[in-house]
């Protein structure tokens, strides 16, 4: 079998040309959605995915402004600054971009963020409705996991489906999204005994490690569907996941590029969330 390819890029891109109307609309209801994009230090990689989150609203119609703290900021200071767009009525979304520098506790940041403007869906409300089942802002990379899914009709319904990685943005809230689908989730992580066995038994695989090329064709099911979350970059510079593609693909039934998978995903579903903020808080 030769896997079919989950391009991230190209569902983006058709996701975003639906948002461009909706926000059209939604302007001539006078509701003009706003994100805030806070970003502390200069990490390139942060530097390079805020831009890239710019474009997607100016892109969408959704404006923006970046806050950019130096590396110095005090946590004291980042939380006022925080506190000053939740006082804000003219933005709908809040979001800090992660990593953040050693001495700001990110958890105490994440709670600072008011929960009807936490388009990450990281504040400890939102997450407790997502285990609750309940509406709310889901974490970006997973809802575009799940979009993907949906948008190629893959059944998730009594599905296998093995999570490798357990951090908090991604593989706990992807495990209890589709536990919430019927799947059967196991977690598997860096303690892990019989990694390969578990995963082999996977329908859908999804490997959020943050290690090059940890998983390869061995650990793939013949017909399962493989998401890569993993952005690694190469010494020549060039980007791959956590997945061998090529042995993994001999496998798969579907499987997620690196780049242009998952990556694009997650700035597409942070300007869904941006939408719903804005229609949220519009209706107060
Ligand atoms: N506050 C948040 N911080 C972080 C999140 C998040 O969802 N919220 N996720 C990641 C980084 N991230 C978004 O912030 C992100 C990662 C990757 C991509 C992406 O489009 N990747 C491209 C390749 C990009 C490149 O050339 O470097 C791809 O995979 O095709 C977008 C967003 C951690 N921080």
Do not use: W
């Not at 706990?172 to 038994?201: D, F, I, W």
């Amino acid at each position: 079998m030769t896997a079919e390819l989950l391009n991230g890029r190209e569902l983006s891109d058709e996701l975003k040309e639906e948002m461009k109307h909706e926000v059209e609309i939604l302007k001539q209801q006078n509701i003009h959605p706003h994100l805030t994009v806070i970003l502390v230090g200069d990490n390139p990689a942060s530097k390079s995915y805020v831009k890239g989150k710019e474009k997607a609203c100016d892109f969408t119609g959704i404006s923006s402004n970046l806050i950019e703290l130096p590396e110095s900021v005090s946590e004291q200071e980042l939380l006022q600054v925080i506190e000053g767009q939740n006082n804000d009525k003219d933005v709908h979304g809040i979001l800090v971009q992660l990593p953040l520098p050693d001495h700001i506790d990110e958890q105490k940041v994440i709670h600072a963020i008011s929960p009807l403007k936490d388009v990450d869906g990281f504040h400890p409300v939102n997450i407790g409705k997502l285990v609750n089942g309940e509406e709310t802002f889901l974490p970006c990379t997973p809802y575009g996991i799940l979009t993907m899914l949906e948008s190629k009709n893959i059944e998730i319904e009594g599905k296998r489906a093995v999570i490798i990685g357990r951090s908090n943005i991604v593989g706990k809230p992807m495990g209890l999204l589709l536990l919430e689908r019927n799947a059967t989730v196991t977690y598997c992580h860096s303690r892990t005994q019989n990694l390969r066995e578990l995963a082999l038994e996977a329908d859908i695989l999804v490997v959020a490690m943050g290690r090059e090329h940890a998983v390869d064709g061995s650990y793939v099911k013949e017909g399962a569907v493989v998401i890569d979350v993993g952005i690694n970059r190469m010494d020549n510079g060039k980007l791959t996941g956590d997945v061998e593609f090529e042995s993994a693909k001999e496998k798969a039934s579907y499987i997620t590029p690196v780049p242009r998978g998952v990556g694009p995903m997650t700035i597409t579903m942070l300007l869904k969330n941006t939408i719903k903020a804005a229609k949220g808080l519009s209706e107060k």
